[in-house]
Every structure is written in structure tokens, then in C-alpha cells.
């Protein structure tokens, strides 16, 4: 066992680790933050994506340990204290860009980085692109599609 | 996967250190590869070493007349590295191409060609481009660099620093992508250096990437896809798998060919 410090939404955690932990176990079975799914737990699907010192990394490809002293924001960490809503799940809420909503923390969280990467105007061809990492087995994109380029434009007001 | 042992080492000496008192130990990078075949149980090493941060493996720069690049440079920087769009825009776009936006923040460059998987993109551009492999003991030829499937020139303990690509006036990358996993189904680099003339292939030899003579000489003349018209190579010594024929692959090598030659000229 190993011990690993890290910053998750804000808070400084710890917890013992054995060097195999993946992040995405630490993050659902240590802290309890289960909003980190794992669908395919072979880097493809993209359910498991936070933010690792801010970028979109799979938290079912990176170790625990790898992120030693590192910030991680999941999706617990995007509405405010009161609950209300960041733009960008709001958005999901408003253009229902779900079905099952199992995919939909690992595409709010690959939204983010996309409106990172590409600024707050983003057309449909670029959202599709860069949405390479996340896949919805309900096929239910065109919502999601939509839902990213409102919340990409609600977030730069 | 099966357990191990983890290091985070912060300088190239302790790396190689923990390496070398790790005989069964893999150096780990951005683990896009590795961590994925561990989990499949394919790889079981007794170590980790992880290289993030090892300081002074990162960057993209401008030397002479080289790019020169760190190992540990993720697939994104390298894509939006400004120094390497205006030196060599050729160059810049190989790392766009790889996997998905996810795996390009967290691959590099070093791991990519250190695994030398044969239907990845960087090993074309390295070969197309007659790069330098440096490593912590010696500076490689890239053309003595990939021995095959999976397979390099490093010896154990030998880690790659940094990777110099020569500046090339003409280059460009072609590839079919597979549409599920982004690898290239082919892949073709090529490039014209002054009387250098390169045209390396990923994803289509039994044997990993590998440079087409025949295409080379005839482009000697001209560079230009007109050159290459009509030539084939042989399907003989092509990968086969279900995703496409050996026929198949080597009919993609000459279109590919001349698809990225347009693309350089132009």
C-alpha cells in the first residue's frame, strides 16, 4: 500500500492506494464519488473523463499515484455549493442531451475541455470532432451535440 | 492488472537508476499504451517508473536547422506547438491525428515511439523524416531505430530524452484512419530535404514501418505525386487482419503516397 495525497473539487484528500489503484477507482470507491462512471475500462468510451490539473484526461487510464499532488476536478465539482447548476450541465438539462445518462458526466466534462481548447462559439462540425473520446450507446448525440454549443455560449456570459 | 512497484523519479540518472535496479521494470509516460495492455494482462512488470516528473523532457524548440523535441512532450503540445507549425506544419499535424482528444493530453511523444506499436503515427513521421532518437547514452538514426513490431534499438536502461527532426522544406502526413480506434490503417510520411528524399509507411508492414525505395528513387526526379503514378508495391509482407487485406494495405500505401505528396507541394 501507498499513501496519495491529491486535491479533488477543492478539497485536499488522502487515502491509501495500492500502485495499481486506477484514479477512477480511487475517485469512486475511496471518496465515494461515483459520478465517474466506468463503461468500457479500455480508454474508449470516455464515461471516466475528469479534469487532471485542468485538462480531460480518463481517469481509467491513469494511476492513482500519477496524480500525487495533482488537482482533479469530477463532475460533483461543477455546480455551485447551493446546487445550482454550471451552464454546461444546465445545458444538458434545458436540450435534454441525455437518455440513460450514463455517458453524460464523462461528455459534460469533455464539453468543458472542448470550450477550453476551442473558445465559447463552437459549430456542430468541431463539437462531433472533438467528441472523438466519448460515446454514447444510446446514440444520442444530436442532443448532446446541441446541448454543448448552448452551454459553450451560456458559459461565456 | 497485476501489482507492482512505483517510482516517480525527478532526474533522467534516477530513472535510469531505478531501472536498472528494476530489471523487470518499464519506464512509464503518458501510460495510453501500457496502462491498457497491464489491465489486459499482457504486460506484467514488477515496476513503474513513471517520468512526469523528470525535469527538462518537455518542450518543443528550434536548434539550427531541428526541431528538437522532449520525450515526455504530450501529443497536444506538440500539436499546438507554434515553433514546430511555423518550422515544419508537415510535422505539427502528425500528433492531431492520434486517438482522441483524451489521449492526446495525456500520450507523448517518447512513449509512442518507444512502444514502436506498427500502426502508430510518429514512427512514419520519424522515419519520413530521418529524425534523431537521443537517448540518455547515445543519439539513434531513426532508420536504425525501429526493428520491427513493437520492437527498438533501446537497450535496457535506455531512455529516450528527446527526439531531433531535421528540418524538411516539403513534408506531410497521410492517413487512412481506422474509425474506431484513430491507429492508422496506413499511414505515409513523406518528405524532401535537399537531395533527401523519404517515404516512410505506418500500419501496413507484417514488420512495422518501413520506407518504399521504389516510391524514393522515382520521386528523385520530381517531387511530386505524378512521379509515383501507376506504381504499385507488393501486397507480399503486408499486415492482414479483418480490417483489411494485405492487397488492400498495399494499394493504400501508393494512394496515400500520392495524397500526401499533393499535400507537401501544396
Known amino acids: 500500500m501507498a499513501t496519495v495525497s491529491m486535491t479533488v473539487n477543492g478539497k485536499a484528500v488522502t487515502g491509501d492506494v495500492e500502485p495499481r489503484t486506477l484514479l477512477v477507482q480511487f475517485l469512486r470507491e475511496n471518496l465515494r464519488l461515483t459520478g465517474t462512471h466506468v463503461g468500457c475500462d479500455t480508454s474508449q468510451c470516455g464515461a471516466c473523463i475528469i479534469h487532471l490539473d485542468g485538462i480531460a484526461a480518463k481517469a481509467c487510464t491513469t494511476l492513482a499515484l500519477q496524480c500525487e499532488g ?23 438539462r434545458e436540450h435534454h442531451g441525455l437518455q440513460c445518462g450514463y455517458c453524460t458526466p464523462g461528455m459534460i466534462m469533455s464539453a468543458l475541455d472542448i470550450v477550453r481548447r476551442n473558445g465559447n462559439n463552437l459549430d456542430e462540425h468541431t463539437i462531433r470532432d472533438q467528441l472523438d473520446g466519448n460515446i454514447c450507446r444510446c446514440t444520442g448525440y444530436h442532443n448532446i451535440v446541441k446541448a454543448i454549443e448552448a452551454g459553450a455560449k451560456a458559459m461565456a456570459k | 492488472m497485476y501489482n507492482f512497484t512505483f517510482h516517480r523519479p525527478t532526474t533522467v540518472r534516477q530513472a535510469a537508476g531505478l531501472l536498472a535496479r528494476n530489471p523487470d521494470g518499464k519506464l512509464l509516460a503518458g501510460g495510453h499504451s501500457l496502462l491498457p495492455v497491464m489491465k489486459q494482462r499482457l504486460a506484467q512488470p514488477s515496476a513503474l517508473v513513471d517520468l512526469s516528473l523528470v525535469e527538462g523532457m518537455t518542450g518543443v524548440e528550434l536548434k539550427g536547422r531541428s526541431v ?23 510535422l505539427a499535424a502528425v500528433p492531431g491525428s492520434i486517438g482522441d482528444p483524451q489521449v492526446r493530453n495525456r500520450g507523448t511523444i517518447g512513449g509512442s515511439i518507444a512502444n514502436n506499436d506498427p500502426n502508430a503515427d510518429y514512427p512514419a513521421a520519424c522515419l519520413g523524416l530521418g529524425a534523431t532518437i537521443i537517448t540518455n547514452k547515445r543519439r539513434i538514426a531513426a532508420d536504425d531505430f525501429f526493428t520491427g513490431m513493437f520492437s527498438t534499438a533501446l537497450e535496457d536502461g535506455e531512455i529516450i530524452t528527446k527526439i531531433s527532426f531535421p528540418i524538411a522544406k516539403k513534408c506531410a502526413y497521410e492517413k487512412f484512419k481506422h474509425p474506431a480506434s484513430g491507429f492508422a490503417l496506413v499511414g505515409v510520411f513523406v518528405s524532401k530535404r535537399g537531395p533527401d528524399i523519404r517515404v516512410a509507411v505506418t500500419g501496413a508492414g507484417s514488420n512495422g514501418v518501413f520506407r518504399v525505395k521504389s516510391f524514393e528513387e522515382a520521386l528523385k526526379k520530381r517531387f511530386a505525386a505524378k512521379s509515383i503514378e501507376g506504381m504499385t508495391i507488393p501486397a507480399n509482407g503486408m499486415n492482414s487482419d479483418i480490417h483489411a487485406s494485405p492487397e488492400y494495405r498495399a494499394h493504400l500505401v501508393a494512394v496515400l503516397a500520392r495524397r500526401a505528396l499533393a499535400k507537401a507541394n501544396a
Open chain 1, 70 to 92: 495533482a488537482k482533479i476536478t469530477t463532475i460533483e465539482g461543477l455546480a455551485e455549493p447551493g446546487g445550482k447548476l454550471h451552464p454546461m450541465q444546465e445545458a444538458f
Open chain 2, 68 to 90: 528538437v523535441i522532449g520525450a515526455m512532450t504530450r501529443h497536444a503540445d506538440v500539436a499546438n506547438s507554434q515553433v514546430l507549425k511555423d518550422a515544419m506544419p508537415g
